[in-house]
């Protein structure tokens, strides 16, 4: 049975940092892209970044790039999402999800295929 759990999520300060963690069972993990994906209440679920399935490629939305780090470790199943940085507008709940294929438009989620069930993220003082 194919299950993505996300774990690392928590309250932070604003400027402070949390890595979050995408662990993968029940499918070949190394063959599919990984993206990280998140929903603010009221507000549509957005791409924030995705890595190919050997880890060569990243992609990130603009309003993350350079606080943000996506890496995976394929020996451990499992990939992190570094985040640093953090705004009160990064509060959301962030899902891990995958696909086979690592084309464009990268961080589409109509593309991907299996989501986990999400960890909170709260950025508040």
């Known amino acids: 049975q194919l299950q993505l759990v996300e774990s690392g999520g928590g309250l932070v300060q604003p400027g402070g940092s949390l890595r979050l963690s995408c662990a993968a069972s029940?499918?070949?993990?190394?063959?599919?892209?990984i993206g990280w994906f998140r929903q603010a209440p009221g507000k549509e679920r957005e791409g924030v970044s995705c890595i190919s399935s050997s880890g060569g490629s990243t992609n990130y939305a603009d309003s993350v790039k350079g606080r943000f780090t996506i890496y995976r470790d394929n020996a451990k199943n499992t990939v992190y999402l570094q985040m640093n940085s953090l705004k009160p507008e990064d509060t959301a709940v962030y899902f891990c999800a995958a696909r086979r294929k690592y084309t464009y438009p990268f961080l589409d989620r109509w593309r991907y295929d299996y989501w986990g069930q999400g960890t909170q993220v709260t950025v508040s003082s």
């Open positions: 029940g499918f070949t993990f190394d063959y599919y892209a």
